[in-house]
């Protein structure tokens, strides 16, 4: 290819996880040939939501507010925090239908081998927003991967020192998956049976 | 998810062909908290490309010229014109380095189960392209599925009955193969043409 548009197209969809030459040059050529619509209203929903899209200043989640609308919620229960990786994992826990506190996403986990630690993955945030008099039970829902339990237990440290109610999710999740793949099922116990 | 401009993007994404709602999630998701100015780059080259690039007007691949940088290269021989189904497939071609003729490309093939005929397919561009008066040889390099060989079929009747020389690629056992796994078909054809 000698087309520099069609080559920074290209270019530009590679940098999407899980996208590669082949499909990159795929999309790029479904996109101009059959669905050039599409390809505009891509452009513009990525353009508006790169200029809209900000953290919840109580959960961290993405939104277009200041907070977000789970935690303007007032049916929310204030005295439940559940904390989650990312919005995906909270969005998994919505619909098993079996939860109704609020959350913290904290957007990443620990991760030594990426050099991820305690500070990075928003715990002063966390520990101050689970500080607020009002949570009493912090549940900690990240994955039952190595780095989503090593996650967890540094947390738990840090809220339990600060005289936090601190639980975990039951065990009953499958070791070694990601929260978003779960079934719903298996995520409503898992609820149910946290400890 | 209750924010429009998160769901806007994730709607949007999963008009990429192969991208599930799953993946547009994830996609979503990586752009807002690791790669905003992938977003950006991605909105841009988005814009760009629906702009700039339109069919050349000599062999309909995607060109950002009135004639694509193949057609208008003086090197290549315009007696042998090469038809192709879609741009990645003269890409291809072109990595083989094997052939120095012009490209047609048709942007589709025959395919009856989709209400795709021989008309959709730009049979009568190609078909004014080859009688030029130049072009002496048109090889037929759709691909070797039953619908790649029924538009073969049918733009070798039209062709050769305006009295150009017709051929097809070659059908054989791909190199690096044990002929323990070829299958039979290929085979068959194989033994048949010999040479």
Do not use: W
Request: hydrophobic content about 40%; proline content about 4%; aromatic content about 4%.
């Amino acid at each position: 290819m000698t087309e520099p548009a069609l080559e920074g197209l290209v270019e530009a969809l590679r940098r999407l996880p899980g996208v590669g030459q082949k499909s990159a040059q795929r999309m790029a050529f479904h996109l101009l040939q059959h669905d050039r619509d599409g390809a505009r209203r891509l452009a513009g929903a990525l353009t508006h939501a790169v200029q809209q899209m900000r953290h919840c200043q109580r959960c961290h989640t993405f939104t277009e507010n200041e907070i977000c609308s789970t935690c303007s919620d007032p049916r929310r229960n204030p005295r439940l925090l559940c904390v989650v990786e990312t919005p995906a994992d909270q969005a998994a826990l919505e619909r098993s239908n079996s939860y109704l506190g609020l959350y913290f996403v904290l957007m990443g986990r620990i991760s030594p081998l990426d050099g991820v630690g305690v500070d990075a993955i928003g715990a002063a945030p966390l520990l101050e927003r689970a500080a607020d008099g009002v949570v009493e039970e912090v549940i900690l829902a990240t994955g039952f991967t190595a780095e989503g339990e090593l996650t967890a237990h540094a947390l738990a440290q840090a809220l339990k020192s600060r005289g936090l109610k601190v639980t975990r999710l039951a065990r009953g999740v499958p070791a070694g998956s990601e929260l978003e793949y779960v079934d719903l099922g298996t995520l409503a116990h898992a609820l149910g049976d946290r400890r």
